[in-house]
Nanobody
Framework: QVQLVESGGGLVQPGGSLRLSCAAS????????MDWYRQAPGKERELVAG???????DYADSVKGRFTISRDNAKNTVYLQMNSLKPEDTAVYYC???????????????WGQGTQVTVSS
């Protein structure tokens, strides 16, 4: 089995910063893609940032210049550094990993449990 454990969410004032972490563990062979999504109340889940095993990164227009995604391949961990936070960044943030695991042919996607980020004064 594979587990994704997220941490780092919380309450922060506008203009503040938070750093999210997502650690993958279990029967992992390799992780191709590690992404962060978010879902605000009443809205659809959206892709915030993503990174591939070759180092490519992508960002939603709404977070470019404020958020930075990075990964530690040795630890199977992805991070999301969030700066200059705005109230509209309030959401539950989810980690998603596309990976190869033992006992399964091809790539499989896994989701973390989500971590709440609230930006409010």
């Amino acid at each position: 089995q594979v587990q994704l454990v997220e941490s780092g969410g919380g309450l922060v004032q506008p203009g503040g910063s938070l750093r999210l972490s997502c650690a993958a563990s279990g029967s992992i062979i390799s992780i191709y893609k590690m992404d962060w999504y978010r879902q605000a109340p009443g809205k659809e889940r959206e892709l915030v940032a993503g990174t591939t095993s070759n180092g490519r990164t992508d960002y939603a227009d709404s977070v470019k210049g404020r958020f930075t995604i990075s990964r530690d391949n040795a630890k199977n961990t992805v991070y999301l550094q969030m700066n200059s936070l705005k109230p509209e960044d309030t959401a539950v943030y989810y980690c998603n990993c596309l990976l190869a695991r033992t006992g399964t042919v091809g790539l499989v996607a896994y989701w973390g449990q989500g971590t709440q980020v609230t930006v409010s004064s």
